[in-house]
């Protein structure tokens, strides 16, 4: 039985990363331009700390500034917000994003109103999500913008091909089909209230898992050759003892990759798959910003 051509994100994003790093020693040696990007951090969240850890190590290896700024679990929304104030007219950053979700008591959707659409680099702001709609240049999400760099690389043209997107959040559902309607697919969204949902993915030519729910998405699911990017993460102890009693983790994606890979025709691992892909695409909206900001690109 053929199996799947499996996407390696990891070497991709790698050679991303290179290029942008690239980029940037050439803006710091004809303009004298260093991009920053700031990251602000609410809470000790695990998870969130190793990315904000591995986004300001990314950051400092392409030869950017890079900010981290942490505050308290029980910081006052005024102090997130004042924080969020200085950032934005801080002329050393570039793009400033806050890692979500923040604790309970803020309001997400405040924190991200006062950021900057300049340097949104999330592209979360209402400007951004617009502007994208509108087919107009904007910051864009960094998993979806990701993604479909993989799709076109693996596919080539993908005009015409029936994209499912399993998902609806402002950072990854909706722009993923805004970004797959600008390549000329037909795109359905789909969600966890749709009915017979494995029925609508069997018709993807491109199916993107972005739930949060582990090996949701079953073999059974998927069209023969289709391309899947699963976007899924979700942590479970490891399966040694003794990491698991150290708190080691694993990941597991939204696809039930065993099975999807024995029908799929291109698959996404988890880990190594869309991953690599979002903070690559991080540092690419950080130069790109810090190129606009400055007037060197329309």
Not at 152 to 178: F, W
Not at 269 to 292: D, Y
């Amino acid at each position: 039985m053929t199996q799947a051509t499996i996407i390696d994100g990891k070497a991709f994003g790698a050679r991303l990363r290179e290029q942008i790093a690239d980029e940037v020693a050439r803006l710091k040696a004809d303009h004298g331009l260093t991009p920053g990007l700031a990251v602000v951090l609410v809470g000790e969240d695990p998870a969130s700390e190793i990315y904000v850890r591995n986004k300001g190590e990314q950051t400092r290896a392409a030869g950017m500034y890079s900010e981290t700024h942490t505050l308290a679990a029980d910081a006052s929304e005024a102090e997130v917000l004042a924080l969020v104030g200085r950032l934005n007219a801080d002329p050393a950053i570039h793009g400033l994003l806050v890692q979500f979700p923040v604790p309970d008591h803020l309001s997400q959707a405040r924190i991200v109103a006062a950021i900057s659409p300049d340097k949104d680099v999330d592209g979360l702001t209402v400007t951004n999500a617009g502007r994208l709609s509108s087919g107009l240049p904007a910051l864009t999400s960094c998993t979806p913008v990701g993604c479909m760099l993989l799709l076109k690389d693996a596919l080539g043209d993908l005009t015409g091909k029936h994209a499912v997107v399993i998902g609806r959040s402002n950072l990854m559902g909706k722009p993923m089909a805004q970004l797959l309607l600008a390549a000329d697919c037909t795109v359905t969204i789909a969600h966890s209230r749709s009915r017979d949902l494995p029925a609508i993915c069997r018709q993807a030519d491109i199916l993107v898992a972005a739930v949060g729910r582990a090996e949701m998405v079953r073999g059974d699911w998927i069209k023969p050759g289709a391309a899947v990017i699963d976007v899924g993460i979700t942590r479970f102890p490891s399966r040694d003892p003794e990491r698991a009693a150290a708190g080691k983790t694993r990941i597991v994606g939204d696809v039930a990759f065993d099975e999807a890979k024995a029908v799929a025709g291109w698959i996404t691992p988890v880990p190594g798959g869309v991953g690599p892909m979002t903070i690559a695409c991080l540092l690419q909206n950080t130069l790109v910003a810090a190129k606009r900001l400055h007037g060197l690109e329309a």
